[in-house]
């Protein structure tokens, strides 16, 4: 169709417009053909390497009216960074069309991430009538998958793993037809000419198509594990009411104690499960479909296997075509279900259907396949509600790789990222592209995750790091790729603290400006300390370029080093001799270290005998939680990382008020020896738990709190950011952030990366560009 022309020749006007920011694979280009069409303009749109380019002419009122549209009236997934419009003269167009792309090897643009089924696919699934009747990968412009299976820039069919599926003829005239809601919808596709599923057990095809999905939702009903292929990689479920299901999954899986994800079919199924607030539902039902956090309620019949010593269920709702086909409500089907990633434990998510028969075998009972390829490898993201607000705790599916905006542009950089919840960062002029999650940096397997990732993501922005930023930690695989990687390019190698990244990370996501500081609480397990300890309860004043580390909890020794992470009595014993308190036999942790452990770590704490390989020191706060559940009786060793402190949390007495106070020396150090010496005794007089964890936890918060008021009144800095894996403890954050905001400081928390090491590489990156503009 062709545009009509209302205005005299003499009052035409042109304009060329570049548009920048995620409109691409997002119905931008339709959207701009419909909106001209509407105000009677001619000219042209093309995709370009570098955003949306537009080229228009018309009288000034449609034009204005046209630019002002492209802000207010952009279609759901985009996200405008910037629209430039330059007056040209009238280039007598007598239509408006839409052109093919233009490619550019310098140009870039953000890229979508997969998003969740949209309404009107989701009600095409299940009409009877329509062509893509129960077809498992329906999608249109406004949904599906898009990060996982794009190869390169621009956003094309032919850059991404659907080339291989030709158009049938209905498809291809859909995907021509600007009027069409699937117009260049790149995974667009059909039971004639799309992707297909099929069903595997024992090394064989069984079925295929619909009999495929019905014969998996048996099995899954029957308490078989199914390995099912979804966008980013294969999960792992079973019946989560099937409580010999789900311990049979732990056992295959290796994963003892760590909480599993489930997927259920609607919000009211979740509501009988969990305790929704109207934050959580938003969550929930979003564009992202991440896994949410959720109060369990007391009554749920979900298997206590599931999420074993807590009170939260991480829940998530369907977001794949066949993800809603799998888990329709149907009489004798699952409520719910467990829907772990796909590997075996510690290991990534398996994405290709060969590796997935070759590692998953002897987990899976059978296979749910099918051939659309996986290009990025992608976890589900997990947030929390606090505030009524999104709370990261990991940034993958749905969000990556959305950039986080710096407040200025800093040369392209490359942040290496931690060890453990692994996401690097690269920027790219003013963007700070985060990576989906990698995970821990500790197997061979992961480590090559890590390395594709980082080269997919430099080829996909073009960019060519300038400099390289990384942890501290000499021994963390992150920081040795990034030393050898700067020596083998002849880059800039900036080592930054990681409690530094981690207040960084949360000044740049909030936009502070270069010379902003704030009082940063940064409390975790781990992180290596500029005077060689393990630091990890720190309170810094700090800037991008520089912090100087005015208070810290008292450190104490690490008895066994790595040991004392995976069993929390080690740490307990250490804490009692910090607080003078004897190894008296009532003690749990006295008990589970036996004369044995006793003897070994008496002899590990001498300090005539101190190794720091065996023994380092360290000032964690992470490690103070793992002491005090063991002091209360809670947890002697532990199974995976901070299992311990979520347990304890999950026993808070809400109605206790009391507080275990801690100490402050001369120098302002925070000393938790008499709040652990009232645990003690409160233990001996047998109180509860609960009561126990509310005061620790208490007094933590007022610890922090005072200690905040203490560097404000030395400092004038008013600003607090509270960063680090301890800051995951929601319960700790009510206690502390209205604490904090009633006297007067303003809190910055974590809203678009994760609180814990997910979001160091964006803190790596900050502090490394604002060290190269001193410079």
Request: hydrophobic fraction near 45%.
């Amino acid at each position: 169709m062709s545009g009509r022309s209302v205005q005299a020749p003499d009052e035409v006007q042109g304009l060329r417009i570049h548009v920048t920011g995620v409109v691409q694979g997002v119905g931008f280009r339709p959207f701009v053909y419909a909106l001209a069409q509407r105000l009677a303009l001619t000219g042209w749109v093309r995709n370009t390497a570098g955003g949306v380019e537009i080229e228009v002419d018309g009288s000034p009122v449609a034009l204005q009216a046209f630019v002002d549209g492209l802000s207010r009236e952009a279609p759901p997934l985009a996200r405008i960074d910037q629209i430039a419009a330059e007056a040209s003269h009238a280039q007598g167009f007598g239509a408006f069309s839409i052109l093919a792309s233009q490619p550019d090897a310098e140009s870039f643009q953000p890229i979508a991430p997969d998003v969740g089924i949209c309404q009107d696919c989701l009600r095409e699934l299940r009409d009877p009538t329509d062509r893509r009747y129960r077809y498992p990968f329906i999608n249109c412009t406004n949904c599906g998958p898009r990060f996982t299976i794009i190869t390169d820039i621009p956003y094309d069919r032919p850059n991404t793993t659907m080339r291989t599926f030709d158009l049938c003829p209905a498809c291809a005239a859909e995907y021509g037809d600007p009027s069409d809601r699937r117009f260049h919808a790149q995974p667009v596709a059909c039971p004639t000419c799309g992707p297909r599923i099929w069903l595997e057990s024992r090394g064989e095809q069984t079925h295929a198509g619909e009999a495929a999905l019905q014969a998996a939702r048996r099995l899954l009903a029957g308490g078989s594990i199914v390995a099912i292929k979804g966008l980013g990689g294969f999960h792992l479920a079973v019946d989560a009411l099937n409580a010999d299901a789900v311990d049979r999954l732990r056992q295959r899986k290796l994963r003892v104690d760590k909480a599993f994800a489930l997927m259920l079919p609607d919000l009211q199924a979740i509501e009988r499960h969990c305790l929704l607030g109207e934050a959580e539902r938003k969550l929930l039902s979003g564009w992202e479909r991440p896994i949410v956090v959720c109060r369990r309620r007391p009554d749920s019949a979900i298997a206590a296997a599931a999420a074993p010593g807590q009170n939260t269920l991480g829940v998530m709702l369907p977001y794949t075509p066949l993800h809603h086909l799998l888990i329709e409500a149907e009489p004798g089907f699952p409520q719910a279900l467990v829907l772990t990633s796909g590997n075996l434990s510690e290991e990534p998510i398996a994405t290709d259907n060969d590796q997935a028969r070759q590692s998953l075998h002897a987990l899976a009972d059978a296979f749910l396949m099918h051939d659309r390829p996986i290009h990025v490898r992608c976890d589900d993201s997990v947030v929390r509600a606090f505030e009524n607000h999104e709370y990261p705790l990991r940034r993958s599916r749905g969000f990556a790789p959305y950039p986080v905006h710096l407040p200025w542009a800093p040369p392209s950089i490359l942040g290496a990222g931690p060890e453990l919840k692994n996401t690097f960062c690269l920027t790219r002029q003013a963007y700070a592209f985060l990576s989906q999650h990698i995970g821990d940096l500790e197997n061979f397997e992961t480590l090559e995750s890590y390395q594709a990732g980082i080269a997919h993501l430099e080829r996909l922005f073009r960019v060519r790091p300038e400099a390289i930023a990384c942890d501290l930690h000499p021994d963390y695989l992150a920081t040795r790729y990034a030393q050898e990687r700067a020596q083998r390019e002849d880059l800039p190698l900036i080592g930054v603290q990681h409690h530094h990244a981690h207040i960084a990370a949360v000044m740049a996501e909030h936009g502070l400006p270069l010379q902003a500081q704030v009082l940063g609480v940064a409390l975790d397990g781990t992180g290596y300390g500029e005077d060689g300890t393990i630091w990890g309860g720190e309170i810094v004043l700090a800037g991008y370029a520089g912090f100087e580390r005015l208070s810290h909890l008292r450190t104490v020794a690490m008895p066994g080093g790595e040991a004392a992470i995976r069993q929390p009595w080690r740490m307990a014993l250490a804490w009692l001799q910090a607080a003078g308190v004897p190894w008296d036999r009532d003690l749990e942790c006295v008990q589970a270290a036996g004369e044995p452990g006793l003897v070994a770590v008496a002899s590990m704490l001498d300090e005539g005998s101190r190794l720091a390989a065996i023994q380092p020191l360290t000032s964690s706060m992470g490690r103070l939680f793992d002491a005090v559940a063991s002091l209360a009786g809670l947890r002697q060793q532990v199974n995976y990382e901070a299992q311990a402190a979520i347990e304890l949390e999950a026993l808070i007495d809400p109605a206790e008020l009391g507080a275990y106070m801690l100490d402050f020396d001369d120098d302002g150090v925070l000393d938790p020896a008499p709040a652990l010496r009232e645990l003690v005794a409160d233990r001996r007089a047998g109180r509860p738990v609960g009561v126990m964890a509310a005061r620790f936890h208490r007094g933590v918060a007022e610890a922090v709190v005072e200690v905040c008021r203490r560097v404000r009144a030395q400092s004038a800095v008013s600003t607090v950011a509270l960063s680090g894996g301890v800051w995951q403890n929601v319960s700790l954050l009510q206690m502390t952030v209205p604490a904090l905001q009633a006297r007067g400081f303003e809190v910055l928390l974590h809203r678009k990366v994760p609180t814990n090491d997910g979001g160091v590489a964006l803190g790596q990156v900050a502090v490394a560009a604002a060290r190269l503009a001193a410079s």
